[in-house]
């Protein structure tokens, strides 16, 4: 202990020379670390920064062949023309109402479920849940959507049985007035159970002194959860919903692309789709464009009000308030 | 956590009801994830005269299993080089992200090293916002001549700043007193990474390891956006969703060589057969993977 008191007291001494030092004698002292970076960094200027700079062709009438340089400027007319459509303010609408509706139906459930499951005693049954329900995490969506269409699809194990009681058929997977309901499904089939991780993590931070003194004064196993358990969990769950909030606008968009023609574009046009569609597809780079850059912006503003809103109810959020 | 923690004193003793709707809820979880696998698995190895008994998936095979669907699959054809070149796409790109990945955590992880804020502030940036679809479809399928390239399926998510971020926390909370001893006894910084660093955080490396490969092992959208025509370059994924979900015919399965006399394996007995191959890899991988979870996503995702 002592020992690694004294090297921290060395290491921070040393850091302050270190500042003292002109840029030269650090680059030198410093090169391999910069090395180390360079190429994540190299990767991140071609595939993110680039992309960044790009959405110029929100602003142009692109084509491929003149590129991003010479393509035409259209100034704000892309925009225009994707506010003028209706199919966009339908795919807004639709992002917005999968969002709501998976926030209300998915997010509680990964919490009731890191509830119920740390209050298992027996560590054998705990290690052997969570070892199932964190697989479907490691699927892709292609093949969760296979997996249940071969359960709840027209000729699948679902429909088969009430065929042959005579009780008629229930095609989910095609049924565009449910859409928002199969695909909430699917997200919690999918990822509820590897959302338990951090909340589990956060119920095991809460000192379990707190659970004796609340059975000594008389509280139940339901007060207990609701007066210790709950509160302990606040910072993680506030966390979640900065994320969750932060990134309404994207809701699933390879889970919507798969069961475009099932369900058609009515009910599963989003607005990543909707960018595809126009851009890649339609060859409407400059509308597509125009598209993402409005939802690349509105995500930013959200997730900035989102954690304002985290730091006025005393919590970190995403970043800390001062570093 | 390895063992049975007994029950508190303190606390009150279980009421019957209790548990049993405790221990209901656990099982009907456990259920609604497990059925949907066994079907698909079962279907794969059934014979078509238990297909047809059942009218589609098999939950209880009557006729016997057989490997048929699985030899048809793998003798060559689309599904066998689909197989190849996920598992060719998956390995290398793994392997580039994740010495990618450590090298910049590790150079990111000594405080006060000249230009690590900068340098770090350029990453964290990219989480808040991108250039979304369509700029960056065209920075790599015409400004880098990407299309229908393999590459283009590897680089553009070869980086991942959220995984950096982990790998870098780890890196300065556990290893950092070795760090700092190695340093005093004068080895330089690659040295450090290469017989300190790595030695002592493998639980992290594995983790990231399985995030890397089961996001290579997936992509299903790239192939869609940079190949979609070119059949002889689908991935697995590309070949589920094409033949298997929205039920395009598949060349070379069985119609297509009716050898009288031959037992056919049934097309739905292949279709689940090639369910079952895109989810071998994962779960090869994943038990061992699995033990790191708690110790190495955890500490490193709440701390970060």
């Given at each position: 202990?002592?020992?690694?008191?004294t090297?921290?007291?060395?290491?921070?001494?040393?850091?302050?020379?270190r500042?003292?030092?002109?840029?030269?004698?650090?680059?030198?002292?410093?090169?391999s670390?910069?090395?180390?970076?360079?190429?994540a960094?190299?990767?991140i200027?071609?595939?993110?920064y680039?992309?960044?700079?790009?959405?110029?062709?929100?602003?142009?009438?692109?084509?491929?062949?003149?590129?991003?340089?010479?393509?035409?400027?259209?100034?704000?007319?892309?925009?225009?023309?994707?506010?003028?459509?209706a199919?966009?303010?339908?795919a807004l609408?639709?992002?917005?109402?999968?969002?709501?509706v998976?926030?209300?139906?998915?997010?509680?459930?990964?919490?009731?479920?890191a509830?119920?499951?740390?209050?298992?005693?027996?560590?054998?049954?705990?290690?052997?849940?969570?070892?199932?329900?964190?697989?479907?995490?490691?699927?892709s969506?292609?093949?969760?959507?296979?997996?249940?269409?071969?359960?709840?699809?027209?000729?699948?194990?679902?429909?088969h049985?009430?065929?042959?009681?005579?009780?008629?058929?229930?095609?989910?997977?095609?049924n565009?007035?449910?859409?928002?309901?199969?695909?909430?499904?699917?997200?919690?089939?999918?990822?509820?159970?590897?959302?338990?991780?951090?909340?589990?993590?956060?119920?095991?931070?809460?000192?379990?002194?707190?659970?004796?003194?609340?059975?000594?004064?008389?509280?139940?196993?339901?007060r207990?959860?609701?007066?210790?358990?709950?509160?302990?969990?606040?910072?993680?769950?506030?966390?979640?919903?900065?994320?969750?909030?932060?990134?309404?606008?994207?809701?699933?968009?390879?889970?919507?692309?798969?069961?475009?023609?099932?369900?058609?574009?009515?009910?599963?046009?989003?607005?990543?789709?909707?960018?595809?569609?126009?851009?890649?597809?339609?060859?409407?780079?400059?509308?597509?464009?125009?598209?993402?850059?409005?939802?690349g912006?509105?995500?930013?503003?959200?997730?900035?009000?989102?954690?304002?809103?985290?730091?006025?109810?005393?919590?970190?959020?995403?970043?800390?308030?001062?570093? | 956590m390895?063992?049975?923690?007994?029950r508190?004193?303190?606390e009150?003793?279980?009421?019957?009801?209790?548990?049993?709707?405790?221990?209901g809820?656990?099982?009907?979880?456990l259920?609604?994830?497990?059925?949907?696998?066994?079907?698909?698995?079962?279907?794969?190895?059934?014979?078509?005269?238990?297909?047809?008994?059942?009218?589609?998936i098999?939950?209880?095979p009557a006729?016997?299993?057989?490997?048929?669907?699985?030899s048809?699959?793998?003798?060559g054809?689309?599904?066998?080089?689909?197989?190849?070149?996920a598992?060719?796409?998956?390995?290398?790109?793994?392997?580039?992200?994740?010495?990618?990945?450590?090298?910049?955590?590790?150079?990111?992880?000594?405080?006060?090293?000249?230009?690590?804020?900068?340098?770090?502030?350029t990453?964290?940036?990219?989480?808040?916002?991108?250039?979304?679809?369509?700029?960056?479809?065209?920075?790599?399928?015409?400004?880098?001549?990407?299309?229908?390239?393999?590459?283009?399926?590897?680089?553009p998510?070869?980086?991942?700043?959220?995984?950096?971020?982990?790998?870098?926390?780890?890196?300065?909370?556990?290893?950092?007193?070795?760090?700092?001893?190695?340093?005093?006894?004068?080895?330089?910084d690659?040295?450090?990474l290469?017989?300190?660093?790595?030695?002592?955080?493998?639980?992290?490396?594995?983790?990231?390891?399985?995030?890397?490969g089961?996001?290579?092992w997936?992509?299903?959208?790239?192939?869609?956006?940079?190949?979609?025509?070119?059949?002889?370059?689908?991935?697995?994924q590309?070949?589920?969703?094409?033949?298997?979900?929205?039920?395009?015919?598949?060349?070379?399965?069985?119609?297509?060589?009716?050898?009288?006399?031959?037992?056919?394996?049934?097309?739905?007995a292949?279709?689940?057969?090639?369910?079952?191959?895109?989810?071998?890899?994962?779960?090869?991988?994943?038990p061992?993977?699995?033990?790191?979870?708690?110790?190495?996503?955890?500490?490193?995702?709440?701390?970060?």
């Amino acid at each position: 202990m002592t020992a690694t008191i004294t090297r921290n007291v060395k290491a921070e001494a040393g850091d302050d020379v270190r500042r003292r030092m002109t840029w030269r004698v650090r680059l030198r002292h410093d090169k391999s670390l910069i090395i180390m970076t360079l190429p994540a960094l190299a990767l991140i200027i071609a595939f993110n920064y680039l992309p960044m700079f790009g959405t110029v062709t929100a602003f142009q009438y692109y084509d491929y062949i003149s590129g991003f340089f010479a393509s035409p400027w259209a100034g704000l007319d892309n925009f225009r023309q994707l506010f003028r459509d209706a199919n966009f303010w339908h795919a807004l609408e639709n992002t917005l109402l999968l969002s709501f509706v998976q926030l209300a139906l998915y997010f509680p459930v990964p919490i009731a479920l890191a509830i119920m499951l740390n209050s298992v005693l027996s560590s054998k049954v705990r290690s052997f849940f969570q070892a199932v329900v964190y697989l479907p995490h490691f699927f892709s969506w292609v093949l969760v959507i296979t997996l249940f269409q071969e359960m709840l699809g027209g000729a699948g194990v679902l429909n088969h049985f009430l065929r042959i009681n005579d009780l008629g058929t229930w095609d989910v997977m095609t049924n565009p007035d449910t859409f928002k309901y199969l695909v909430t499904a699917q997200a919690v089939w999918k990822e509820a159970g590897w959302g338990i991780i951090v909340f589990l993590a956060a119920i095991a931070g809460i000192n379990p002194s707190l659970y004796e003194a609340a059975a000594a004064d008389g509280a139940g196993r339901w007060r207990r959860m609701w007066h210790i358990t709950l509160p302990g969990m606040r910072g993680v769950i506030v966390l979640m919903l900065v994320l969750r909030l932060g990134n309404a606008l994207s809701v699933g968009f390879e889970q919507f692309l798969i069961q475009r023609n099932a369900v058609g574009a009515g009910v599963s046009e989003v607005l990543d789709t909707y960018s595809y569609y126009y851009g890649v597809v339609g060859n409407n780079y400059g509308v597509g464009a125009a598209a993402g850059l409005f939802k690349g912006v509105v995500s930013l503003i959200l997730i900035l009000a989102a954690n304002k809103v985290a730091h006025a109810l005393g919590e970190d959020g995403l970043y800390r308030r001062s570093k | 956590m390895t063992t049975t923690s007994a029950r508190p004193v303190w606390e009150e003793k279980p009421t019957f009801l209790g548990q049993l709707g405790k221990g209901g809820s656990l099982a009907v979880v456990l259920l609604l994830i497990l059925i949907p696998l066994y079907c698909v698995i079962i279907t794969s190895f059934s014979t078509q005269a238990s297909i047809n008994e059942a009218g589609g998936i098999v939950i209880f095979p009557a006729h016997g299993l057989t490997l048929q669907a699985y030899s048809e699959m793998l003798s060559g054809g689309v599904v066998t080089r689909a197989m190849i070149i996920a598992l060719g796409v998956t390995l290398a790109g793994t392997a580039v992200s994740m010495v990618v990945s450590v090298l910049c955590a590790y150079g990111l992880s000594r405080q006060n090293s000249l230009g690590h804020r900068t340098i770090l502030l350029t990453f964290i940036v990219t989480m808040f916002f991108g250039g979304g679809l369509i700029p960056t479809f065209i920075v790599v399928a015409n400004l880098f001549n990407g299309y229908e390239q393999y590459w283009a399926l590897i680089l553009p998510s070869a980086v991942s700043v959220f995984n950096i971020l982990i790998i870098r926390a780890f890196y300065m909370s556990t290893a950092r007193d070795l760090i700092d001893a190695a340093r005093i006894d004068g080895a330089g910084d690659w040295r450090i990474l290469w017989s300190v660093v790595l030695p002592t955080s493998k639980a992290v490396t594995a983790v990231m390891t399985l995030f890397y490969g089961v996001g290579y092992w997936n992509s299903w959208f790239n192939v869609m956006l940079y190949m979609p025509a070119n059949e002889s370059k689908w991935p697995i994924q590309y070949v589920l969703y094409e033949y298997v979900n929205q039920g395009a015919f598949m060349p070379g399965a069985p119609a297509a060589h009716d050898v009288a006399g031959h037992a056919q394996p049934a097309p739905l007995a292949l279709q689940m057969a090639v369910v079952v191959l895109t989810l071998i890899p994962i779960m090869i991988v994943y038990p061992f993977m699995q033990k790191h979870f708690a110790k190495g996503a955890l500490t490193g995702a709440i701390k970060g």
